[in-house]
C-alpha cells in the first residue's frame, strides 16, 4: 500500500475538509529540530503538558499528521505501517546489531542498534521499551510488566545473533568466500548478505513481528480496525474531553520515555486529528488544517529534492510554512525547499517562519534591527541565488511575498504570556490572519507565450544527464571530490524498499524525488525563456503568473510519470539488484543500479523504452506540450 492509499484510507474514516468548506489547508515543513511541531503547538493552544505534537531536538515527526482546528467533538484516527515495512525495518536493526557483536562492540551498544534503526524512523524502544532489571517489575502497572518481557527478550536476541555470526563466518571461511586477507569492509558486505538468509534472523525477525502485533492487541483492545491476517490496518476513536482525548492521542504520536514499552509511535505512517483546538492568544477557532511532515535533513547531500510524499502535497495545500532556525538561518535543507516550491509554481503559497529568534545575538548586533537585518540578510541571498538559477520573475514574486509573509518567532516552547512576548505574539496573530486569506482568481490575460519545441527537448535531455551524472557520483559508479558517495548499506537498504514497492526513499536516498526535481528545474528555467509572446509581453505580475501555472500544470504529469517509471513498473529489476550478493556485490549491485536501471529507463538514448514513446525523456516532452496546449501555449 502506498502513501496516497493510507492517506486515502484516513480519509475514509475521519474526512477532511474541501474546498467549499472555507476551511484553508497549511502544510508545514523545516529542519529537524527547527521548531516546525513547536509552532503547530501554538496554533492549537496545546503546551508541554498537554503533550502533543511531540518534540523534541532529534528527529520527531516521522508520520504525516494533520490537524484540523474545528468545532465539535474530537476525533482521530491513525493509520499503522504495513507488515512488509515493518519486517524491512526489522531485519535492518536485526543485522545491525549483529553487525555490531562482529565488530565487537559492547553490549549496550548492540542494544541500541537493535531497538532504533538509523535513520531514526523505526524506534523500537517506544513500543518494546529498552528492558532493564533494576527493580522488580509491579503487577499491577503495565509498563512496568512490558519492560521486564522486554529485558528477558533482549537478551536472548543477543545470545542469538552472537550464535548466528560465528555460523556465518564459518561459512565464510568453509566456502572460500573470505580469508585472512579479506578487508574489513568486503567483510561486512559478505556477512550482511548471508545473515539475511541466516534461518535464526528471520527467526528473531518473525518473533519480533509477532511481538510487536501482540502488543498492539495488548494496548488497543478495541477501536483498532485489522486487515484479513490480523495485522492492524487504523485505531479510530472520538472523545468528548479534551485531556482524555489527547492523552490518547500520546500513545499514538509520543515520545515521553516514561510511556517507552507502551508507545505505538513507531508503527504509525499517519495520524489524523480533528477538535476544537485553538491558540491560547486567540479566542476563536481558525478553521485551518495543519499537515506537520518529517523534518528535512541538515547536509546538502541529503536535502537534493524534497520527498515525492510531500511534493505531492504542494498541489493541494492552500499555504506552505517553511520553519527555520534563525541561529542558523537559510542552511541546506530550507534553501532547497524554497528553491523547488517556487521552481513547482507555488511560490505565491510560501511562508517564512524563524523560531529562536530570541537565541540570535553577537557583538555585531547589538540591538533588535540588527538582529532582524542579520536574519533577513541571509533570504536575501537565497533569493539572489535562486533568481540567478530560475529567472529575475521568479526571484521578484518570491520577494514580493515575503516581504509580507516572513515572521521572527521567539520562545514558542513558553505559553507566551509574558510582557516580553509581545512581538512574537503580535507576529502570530498577524501570520493566522494570513493564513486565512483566499487567493484571488487568476486573470492570465489573452497572451501566451510560444516555445521551440527543440529547445524543449534539449532541456528536458539537460535535465536528465544532469540527473544521471549526479547519480553516478552518488552511487560511487564515477567519483568527483563534491559528491559524496552513498554507503553500500543505503544503497542495499533502497533497492529493498524500491523492490517491494514500500517506499520511493530511503534517508536521502531519492532516485524519484531527484528526477523530479531535475524536471521541474528544467521546466522552470524553459517557462520563463519563451521565443515571443502572441499578443506581446504581458505585465510582469502576468508573466510569473503564466510561468507558475504553466509548471503546475505540468508537475502533476511528471510525478506520475517519475513515480511509473522508477517505483512501480522496475520492481523486478530492483529486485535483481537487492539480491546481488557474493565477492564485490557493494560495487555490482550500485553498478547494476545505475547501468541496468536508472540509465536504460530514463536516459536520453534510454535503451528501454515507455509505452508508445521511444524514450522518457520524448515522454517527458509531451506531457509538457499537452499541458501547455491546454493553457494555450504553443510550441514550434
Known amino acids: 500500500m502506498s502513501g496516497e492509499t493510507f492517506y486515502g484510507l484516513r480519509e475514509m474514516v475521519l474526512p477532511g475538509p474541501s474546498q467549499t468548506t472555507g476551511y484553508r ?18 496554533l492549537m493552544g496545546t503546551g508541554g503538558g498537554d503533550g502533543f505534537p511531540a518534540t523534541s531536538a532529534s528527529k520527531t515527526t516521522v508520520a ?20 512488509v515495512e515493518v519486517r524491512s525495518y526489522l531485519e535492518e536493526n536485526v543485522i545491525n546489531a549483529a553487525l555490531g557483536i562482529f565488530d565487537d562492540r559492547p553490549a549496550p551498544e548492540v542494544r541500541i542498534r537493535l531497538l532504533d534503526h538509523v535513520d531514526q524512523r523505526f524506534r523500537l524502544r517506544y513500543l518494546l521499551g529498552e528492558g532493564g532489571m533494576a527493580e522488580a517489575a509491579d503487577p499491577d502497572d ?8 522486554t529485558e528477558a527478550i533482549l537478551t536472548q536476541i543477543h545470545t542469538l545473533l552472537e550464535e548466528a555470526v560465528t555460523t556465518e563466518l564459518s561459512g565464510m571461511l568453509d566456502t572460500g568466500d573470505a580469508n585472512a586477507d579479506t578487508v574489513e569492509e568486503e567483510l561486512h558486505v559478505l556477512l550482511k548478505d548471508r545473515l539475511v538468509a541466516n534461518s535464526t534472523i528471520v527467526e528473531i525477525i518473525e518473533f519480533l513481528a509477532a511481538e510487536i502485533k501482540a502488543r498492539v492487541e495488548l494496548l488497543c483492545p478495541t477501536d483498532v480496525v485489522t486487515s484479513r491476517d490480523g495485522w492492524p490496518l487504523y485505531w479510530r476513536c472520538q472523545r468528548e474531553d479534551r485531556g ?51 523534518g528535512l535533513g541538515h547536509t546538502p547531500d541529503s536535502v537534493s529534492s524534497l520527498p ?69 540578510a541571509s533570504v536575501d541571498q537565497v533569493l539572489s541565488a535562486i533568481g540567478n538559477e530560475l529567472g529575475w520573475a521568479t526571484e521578484r514574486l518570491l520577494r514580493q511575498r515575503l516581504d509580507r509573509n516572513l515572521y521572527l518567532l521567539s520562545r514558542l516552547n513558553s505559553d507566551l504570556g509574558d510582557a516580553g512576548d509581545a512581538d512574537t505574539v503580535a507576529e502570530l496573530r498577524w501570520l ?10 487568476l486573470d492570465l490575460g489573452s497572451s501566451r507565450p510560444i516555445y521551440s519545441e527543440a529547445k524543449l527537448a534539449h532541456a528536458v535531455d539537460d535535465a536528465i544527464a544532469s540527473y544521471l551524472r549526479f547519480w553516478e557520483l552518488r552511487l560511487g559508479v564515477a567519483t568527483d571530490p563534491a559528491i559524496k558517495p552513498a554507503h553500500w548499506s543505503k544503497i542495499k537498504s533502497l533497492c529493498v524498499r524500491y523492490a517491494r514497492r514500500s517506499n520511493d526513499e530511503y ?28 499578443e506581446g509581453l504581458p505585465d510582469e505580475d502576468t508573466e510569473q503568473q503564466i510561468y507558475d501555472a504553466l509548471t503546475r500544470s505540468v508537475s502533476t504529469d511528471l510525478r506520475r510519470l517519475v513515480n511509473d517509471r522508477l517505483f512501480l513498473d522496475a520492481s523486478e529489476l530492483w529486485a535483481e539488484a537487492r539480491d546481488v550478493a557474493g565477492p564485490n556485490s557493494a560495487e ?49
Open 25 to 42: 489547508s497549511v502544510l508545514v515543513i523545516g529542519t529537524t529540530g527547527a521548531g516546525k511541531s513547536t509552532l503547530i503547538r501554538q
Open 64 to 83: 504525516e499528521t494533520e490537524i484540523l482546528l474545528a468545532p465539535g467533538a474530537y476525533y482521530a484516527v491513525a493509520t499503522f505501517m504495513p507488515l
Open 507 to 534: 534517508e536521502s536516498m531519492r532516485p524519484a524525488g531527484d528526477l523530479l526535481a531535475a524536471l521541474t528545474d528544467a521546466v522552470r528555467s524553459f517557462a520563463a525563456q519563451p521565443d515571443r509572446w502572441s
Open 432 to 441: 493566522l490572519g494570513q493564513l486565512r486569506v483566499e487567493g484571488e482568481p
Open 588 to 636: 555490482r549491485r550500485a553498478d547494476m543500479v545505475y547501468r541496468k536501471i536508472l540509465e536504460p529507463l530514463v536516459g536520453p538514448g534510454a535503451a528501454i523504452g515507455l509505452a508508445e514513446y521511444s524514450s522518457f525523456s520524448e515522454a517527458v516532452a509531451f506531457h509538457i506540450r499537452s499541458q501547455g496546449t491546454e493553457l494555450g501555449v504553443s510550441f514550434l
Open 244 to 294: 482524555e482525548f489527547l492523552a490518547e492521542l500520546r500513545r499514538f504520536g509520543g515520545n515521553d520515555a516514561a510511556d517507552f514499552g507502551t508507545l505505538l509511535t513507531p508503527l504509525i505512517n499517519g495520524l489524523r486529528v480533528r477538535g476544537p483546538f485553538h491558540p491560547r492568544w486567540a479566542r476563536e477557532i481558525p478553521y485551518i488544517m495543519v499537515i506537520d511532515r518529517e
Open 308 to 376: 515525492s510524499s510531500t511534493t505531492r502535497m504542494l498541489d493541494e495545500v492552500d499555504t506552505i510554512i517553511i520553519v527555520d532556525n534563525a541561529q542558523q538561518p537559510m542552511q541546506a535543507a530550507p534553501v532547497a525547499a524554497m528553491r523547488q516550491i517556487a521552481a513547482a509554481g507555488h511560490g505565491d503559497k510560501l511562508i517564512l517562519c524563524f523560531s529562536h529568534f530570541e537565541m540570535v545575538h553577537g557583538p555585531n548586533l547589538p540591538d533588535l534591527n540588527a538582529r532582524r537585518g542579520h536574519v533577513i
Open 142 to 149: 503495565l509498563p512496568s510488566q512490558l519492560r521486564g518481557n
